[in-house]
């Protein structure tokens, strides 16, 4: 062990981070944290009827947009392990390690393994949300961390050691590399389409800096052969969707939709800068945590309204700073590129520096287009929390955020004057409040699990109950069906109603549990406290009961 690490100090730390990472993850898991809901229970019912039944879902039951990618990852797992929500997440856990791994690999690349380490050091860990995005199978976004990460790197280092020159056995190589930046974007985009701006700007880089190799039959071959087979699944898909039915059109629909009548500029950055861009990116101390009812309730004082203002606005500070730094070092390299004095626009040591700067700033470009695409939309104005996960995509360029300290503590660590001291202690000391605000924020989801645990033992009393009372068909509402259904292994099947008892065509995620719980005239019916229904005719009902928080209308028998 001390001869590796003295070998390979910062692999070394490198693994050691990813694997407390890793196996926080999996503590978390194996504890039923984060709670979970009837969304990703709905993967897991599709990973389940990928083993049982052989379906080959393309999308998200009910969905046109969101890939099934989860659902295939996880079926394995259900194969070894049995179906339960650890081996559900499990899978998810691996794209997490994935993540890590990509990332410390890009970082190094472009920057420099020291500041690929920090960055470890911050992004292992997390709050609650950030975490529970991570954990949670609700779709996309795991793979968005995992598909984005891969394609910088790969793209950074195709363009990093691209020679004009080339033995003919490094091009098969470069022709694999090729294939899976090809694969991973096609992939990517069938999972989530938030991908794109990732796929776009490290595609740019490949075009930039790679168009020697591209113009081969084999390298740009390769890389649209990988391409169509990831995205294969959504191809397919809209090659055969009814008008309106398509991908884009669904997305488009969605994006359009929501409480608001009309977009109020303002109150979208506000809510974008002080709750989204906070929450995603591990602010620990004033999470919003927004119910099942989609309505606030979080510390919604003076005091958190600063701090995750000065949150959001200090990222936006640093974003600023790390883009105008690129500048500045771009312009500062104009000299390489004289070719009147060195003779060649392709100078060895400018090309480098050239390349970095130019992949640096196009994964700040991505994030920005991350951010812009969620602003201008409903939901910073609706849902600044809940659908704070929408920006997933800024962890990957949480690096390229922080460069502008790592430069700064670099540049005055060896400077002995008044002003550098300074410049160097408010890099170490943001440095420093990053990283504690991500241990702080792993530690406190500690005191949420007994609160997790406990709603995971009353779901499986209440499945218990029901299977005590013989009953196996119940009509409730979605935050219940898929959870039940999914939980007692199918045991008990669900339609999902509305408050007036009518099928709920937009959240019967699998049309035939509706179709066989209609087909039982004996079917129950089970609410939580708080949902308001129209209850069936006096005459219909045999008994009426109450377990641990829900009401279980029980019908006579015809």
């Avoid at 196996?23 to 039923?32: E, G, K, M, V």
């Avoid at 890939?67 to 997490?96: M, W």
């Avoid at 984005?148 to 363009?159: E, K, P, Q, R, V």
């Avoid at 099947?493 to 035939?512: K, M, T, W």
């Amino acid at each position: 062990m001390n001869r590796i690490f003295k070998k390979r100090p910062y692999a070394f730390c490198a693994c050691l981070m990813i694997v407390c990472g890793v196996a926080l993850r999996i503590f978390l898991s194996l504890h039923n944290w984060p709670q979970t809901n009837s969304d990703e229970a709905t993967i897991g019912l599709m990973a389940r009827h990928i083993v049982n039944l052989g379906e080959h879902p393309i999308f998200f039951y009910g969905q046109q947009y969101m890939g099934a990618l989860e659902a295939y990852l996880a079926a394995p797992f259900f194969v070894v392990l049995g179906s339960s929500l650890f081996s559900l997440r499990l899978s998810l856990i691996f794209l997490f390690a994935g993540f890590l791994i990509c990332l410390y690999l890009f970082s190094s690349l472009v920057y420099s393994k020291g500041w690929a380490l920090v960055s470890l050091s911050f992004l292992s860990f997390g709050s609650s949300f950030v975490i529970a995005r991570q954990l949670s199978a609700i779709g996309g976004y795991p793979e968005l961390l995992f598909f984005g990460s891969l394609l910088f790197l790969l793209a950074s280092y195709l363009a990093l050691t691209q020679r004009k020159p080339q033995a003919s056995g490094k091009h098969y190589v470069r022709y694999c590399l090729y294939g899976a930046w090809g694969l991973a974007a096609g992939l990517g985009l069938w999972s989530d389409l938030l991908l794109l701006p990732f796929v776009l700007c490290s595609g740019l880089i490949v075009v930039l800096f790679c168009w020697a190799d591209l113009r081969r039959i084999g390298s740009a071959g390769c890389l649209v052969i990988g391409s169509l087979i990831g995205m294969w699944p959504l191809i397919y898909y809209n090659l055969h969707a009814a008008p309106g039915k398509d991908s884009l059109t669904t997305l488009l629909q969605l994006r359009q939709g929501g409480s608001s009548e009309s977009l109020n500029v303002f109150q979208a950055m506000w809510g974008t800068v002080s709750i989204s861009v906070p929450m995603i990116t591990g602010e620990p101390l004033c999470p919003i945590v927004e119910k099942p009812a989609w309505s606030p309730a979080s510390a919604m004082s003076l005091n958190c309204t600063i701090i995750r203002g000065g949150w959001g606005l200090g990222l936006l500070l640093l974003f600023f700073l790390s883009f105008s730094l690129a500048l500045f070092r771009l312009w500062s390299l104009r000299v390489y590129f004289d070719v009147k004095k060195h003779g060649a626009f392709d100078n060895g040591e400018g090309r480098q520096q050239l390349i970095r700067l130019a992949i640096h700033m196009l994964i700040l470009i991505s994030a920005a287009c991350t951010l812009m695409a969620y602003m201008f939309s409903p939901s910073p104005i609706d849902w600044p929390g809940s659908r704070a996960r929408y920006l997933t995509g800024l962890l990957i360029a949480l690096p390229a955020l922080g460069w502008p300290l790592w430069v700064g503590l670099q540049k005055t660590v060896y400077q002995k004057t008044g002003q550098g001291f300074m410049v160097r202690s408010i890099c170490l000391g943001l440095l420093g409040v990053i990283c504690l605000s991500s241990l702080l924020g792993s530690f406190l989801i500690f005191w949420e699990i007994p609160a997790a645990q406990q709603n995971q033992d009353r779901q499986q009393g209440l499945i218990a109950y029901l299977n005590q009372r013989g009953i196996t068909h119940i009509y409730t509402d979605y935050w219940t069906c898929n959870r039940l259904a999914f939980l007692s292994e199918e045991h008990i099947i669900c339609g999902v109603v509305d408050q007036h008892l009518q099928e709920s065509l937009d959240f019967n995620r699998y049309a035939p549990y509706y179709e066989r719980v209609k087909a039982d005239r004996r079917s129950a019916y089970l609410f939580p406290h708080g949902f308001h229904v129209a209850l069936p005719e006096k005459d219909k009902l045999k008994d009426i009961f109450e377990y641990n928080g829900y009401i279980l209308y029980q019908l006579r028998e015809p």
